[in-house]
């Protein structure tokens, strides 16, 4: 507060340097001052200690801090579960982004019709939303047991369900069904805000000219929402890559490395092994990821979304 | 697409929603119900979607177990303190960025911007031995420090700042010809009108730090500074096998009152996150 202090009350008696331009410029930067301190302090700073740390061998429990260049990134490159945790990745996030937007879009498109009770609909898919992640996450992992409560509800069918949880295959597609289902009603509200905001004349023009709803939706709703499909998939694919809660609480890594992703495998490697250097290399690694596949996207921004003006 | 349906495709966008619906609303409906069953009853087959007898008196065993009641207050104090700090300084931040003419001010904006495309995960070793260092460790301070004035608050500046860029002049003006201060008007003027970007960026910084799950286990280490989520995963017998009566019940006390704000007001919240400005 006494940013506010400073800023409000302007000397009294006005000595020329103050100019109204100069007072202005101090406050912006009295304004931004709070944040800019702590993107230095906790972005700029830990970025740059992440890859000094990459290039030292620490091994906390050891106590060794030693400069060793870059043995830490050839120990990435010939680190032999490093091919099956980018798998994990890669299969996870893709995965995710594929079921997540079209399941997203598939709601949007139902929840945006005129039909009595939609409200009710609409709340009830954003609802885990707001559930506690760990707590949605817990749920899941007792139904998901070899005697809970879904095979339980397979079997009333007759038919007998997998343990889930102790397969590579289902074990990986139950983390993304998981996800799935907590946070695709934020991408769900997006597209619906989206579809809201396409002009009702386009889709009368098209209906008189006797165009087919498929038609309809791929000529004309997905083009003009084309911007929020990719917002959302950047959003999608970045966040995908950071999940870590649901791997720690449903399966920690396994079945073998199944699901180790690389989140996940970073926190092993510092946290629980204690190879903060290691550890650091990781998380560059995670870096040049996120930041390729954004640069990507930003990119592709020219060619496939479609601008009204 | 809004189109009045024909009765037939009624039933079937109807019939379409109810099948998708089992999924978002059943695992929420198991683990209240089974919270509330006795732990004969959980693995019962076939299972019992409504409960025939109950059984609350796993309700008391959650706080027996762990210092429960202490860790709800831990996630509620630092999610409110964690709230009200990025409305502030992101609100502030977003201002000065959309409204104030000063040198640099697109170069220190596009140095605000690299905290989005930072996830925190990437800085989690630097910071553990920067709080180590503050002897910070197994403290609250790492929790809300970094989500107020880090990375996860830069999406927060943004929003505030494309909502106050839309913001017409004129309305700022007559109050600087009234000889109002920059701070004044931006307290007085532009913090009232920014209410529904706020509420945006207060549920989801609130959602944000009480679903926090890698920074908790990382900074902290004795139960009675543990958050929810950390907390939750601990209910576990002695071999390490987990008691899931009791971890479910104290789930949906995690989950269950955010729910039921939600409900409540969730025109507002669902409202708020689709105009946040993330339309593109």
Redesign the interface.
């Known amino acids: 507060m006494t940013?506010?202090a400073k800023?409000?009350?302007?000397p009294a008696r006005k000595r020329p340097f103050w100019t109204m331009?100069r007072?202005?410029?101090l406050?912006?930067?009295l304004?931004?001052a709070?944040?800019?301190?702590?993107?230095t302090?906790?972005?700029?700073?830990?970025?740059g200690?992440?890859f000094w740390?990459s290039l030292h061998e620490w091994n906390v429990l050891a106590q060794t801090f030693r400069f060793q260049g870059l043995a830490n990134y050839q120990t990435l490159l010939s680190d032999p579960g490093l091919p099956q945790v980018l798998a994990a990745t890669g299969i996870f996030s893709v995965g995710l982004v594929i079921f997540n937007m079209s399941l997203a879009l598939?709601?949007a498109?139902?929840?945006?019709?005129?039909?009595k009770g939609i409200a009710v609909?609409?709340?009830?898919?954003?609802?885990?939303?707001?559930?506690?992640?760990?707590?949605?996450t817990?749920?899941?992992?007792?139904?998901l047991q070899n005697?809970?409560?879904i095979n339980?509800?397979l079997?009333?069918f007759g038919i007998e369900g997998p343990n889930w949880l102790r397969h590579p295959t289902t074990a990986m597609i139950s983390v993304i069904?998981v996800q799935v289902?907590k946070n695709v009603?934020?991408n769900m509200?997006?597209f619906?805000?989206?579809?809201q905001?396409v002009p009702?004349e386009l889709?009368e023009a098209a209906?008189v000219d006797g165009t087919p709803?498929f038609k309809?939706?791929t000529r004309i709703?997905l083009p003009m929402i084309s911007?929020?499909v990719?917002?959302t998939s950047i959003i999608t694919i970045?966040g995908s890559?950071?999940v870590?809660?649901q791997i720690?609480?449903l399966t920690q890594g396994g079945p073998g490395m199944s699901t180790t992703v690389l989140?996940y495998y970073?926190?092993q490697q510092?946290?629980q092994f204690h190879k903060?250097g290691y550890?650091?290399t990781l998380?560059?690694l995670?870096?040049v990821i996120?930041?390729v596949l954004?640069f990507i996207q930003w990119q592709m921004r020219r060619k496939l979304v479609f601008y009204e003006n | 697409?809004?189109?009045?349906?024909s009765p037939r495709m009624?039933v079937l966008?109807?019939g379409?929603?109810s099948v998708?619906?089992i999924?978002?609303?059943f695992?929420?409906w198991?683990?209240v119900t089974?919270s509330v069953k006795p732990i004969s009853d959980i693995?019962a087959?076939?299972?019992d979607i409504v409960p025939t007898r109950f059984d609350f008196s796993t309700y008391g065993r959650v706080f027996e177990l762990q210092p429960f009641a202490q860790q709800y207050w831990n996630s509620a104090y630092i999610a409110a303190l964690v709230t009200a700090g990025t409305m502030l300084?992101?609100s502030?931040?977003g201002?000065?960025?959309a409204r104030?003419?000063?040198?640099f001010?697109n170069t220190?904006f596009m140095?605000?911007l690299?905290?989005l495309?930072?996830?925190?995960?990437?800085?989690?070793?630097?910071?553990?031995?920067?709080f180590l260092g503050w002897d910070m460790i197994n403290t609250h301070w790492p929790l809300i420090?970094?989500p107020?004035?880090?990375?996860p608050?830069?999406f927060a500046?943004f929003v505030m700042r494309q909502f106050f860029i839309a913001l017409p002049k004129e309305l700022e003006e007559a109050a600087r010809v009234d000889g109002l201060?920059?701070?004044?008007i931006?307290?007085t003027i532009a913090l009232p009108l920014a209410r529904p970007a706020l509420g945006a960026v207060a549920i989801f910084t609130f959602?944000h730090s009480?679903?926090l799950?890698?920074e908790p286990?990382?900074f902290l280490s004795s139960p009675a500074n543990f958050t929810?989520?950390?907390a939750?995963?601990q209910f576990t017998d002695a071999y390490g096998g987990?008691l899931?009566n009791v971890?479910?019940a104290a789930?949906?006390m995690?989950?269950l009152p955010?729910?039921i704000?939600?409900?409540i007001a969730?025109r507002q919240?669902?409202e708020g996150?689709?105009?946040s400005g993330?339309?593109?």
């Open positions: 940013v506010a800023s409000s009350s302007p331009e007072r202005d410029s406050a912006g930067y304004f931004i709070p944040q800019m301190i702590g993107i302090v906790f972005v700029l700073i830990p970025l200690l992440v740390y598939l709601l498109v139902l929840l945006d019709q005129k039909l609909y609409r709340t009830l898919f954003f609802s885990p939303v707001v559930v506690s992640l760990v707590a949605w817990i749920v899941w992992g007792f139904l005697n809970g409560g339980a509800l079997a009333t069904v289902f009603g934020l509200v997006l619906l805000a989206a579809l905001g009702r889709y209906r709803v309809q939706f709703t911007p929020t990719l917002l970045v890559l950071q870590f809660a720690a609480v989140v970073l926190y510092a946290f903060f550890g650091a998380s560059i995670l870096f996120v930041a954004t | 697409m809004k189109t009045d349906l009624k966008v109807y379409l929603m998708l619906l999924p978002f609303v695992p929420t198991w683990m089974s693995f087959f076939p299972p300084f992101s502030m931040a201002y000065a960025f104030i003419k000063f040198p001010a220190l140095i605000v690299i905290g495309l930072i996830p925190a995960e990437v800085t989690i070793v630097p910071l553990f031995q920067i420090l970094v107020v004035f880090g990375a608050s830069v500046t201060g920059r701070f004044r931006f307290w959602l009480w679903n799950y890698l286990i990382v929810l989520p950390q939750l995963t987990a899931w971890q479910l789930a949906t995690t989950a955010v729910l704000v939600f409900i969730q919240f669902v996150l689709a105009h993330l339309k593109g």
